[in-house]
């Protein structure tokens, strides 16, 4: 049965995707992704996202897993992915033959290891290391449905964070073209 909204994990989501927005921003400005870090995740702040995150609020992970568990999908996740070009389920298209990855452009790879460490530092706080971004991705499964060479940049620019200071790598995947993979 789906939870209730309330005016508490209303303002408590309101807070943490304003301050995920924020952070997502100023690590995009770091890699000279103005229009992307101004842009970025706008469409929280829509209804069908916003009462989908406001009512499976918990505060330590993503409404988006909370609201799968209860009704099996996400509206809100749905709708995200839909308008987001830095979350690579956004480039999966399908043909007759299936369901397939297109390779995620450069600047949008960037936008998502923005992404990524924002979310990692706002989910760990204070447990927050430079490596948590790599070892979430690793852990994860998301790279076995991606475009290989998708998958590969990504595992490649969060091994650069996990190795250098967060300045010293995103001045290095900041000077990073595209073509050189």
Partial sequence: MRRKITLKNSYNHFMTITRHKIKVTRLCFKM???????????????????????????????PIDAEKEDIGYSLGWLHHKGKNKHHWE????????????????????QEMICDRIAACMIYKGKDYTQSTAYDYFMNGTDRLYMHPNTAKKIEELLTLVKEYSLDEAFKKIKNMRNDEY
Avoid: M
């Fill in 32 to 62: 000279g992704l103005y229009k992307q870090g101004l842009l970025h995740d706008l469409s929280k702040y829509s209804w069908v996202e916003f009462s989908s995150g406001a009512r499976y609020y918990q505060g330590y992970r993503s």
């Fill in 90 to 109: 956004y480039w999966l298209d399908k043909n007759k033959t299936g369901v397939f990855p297109i390779e995620v452009p450069f600047n949008y790879v």
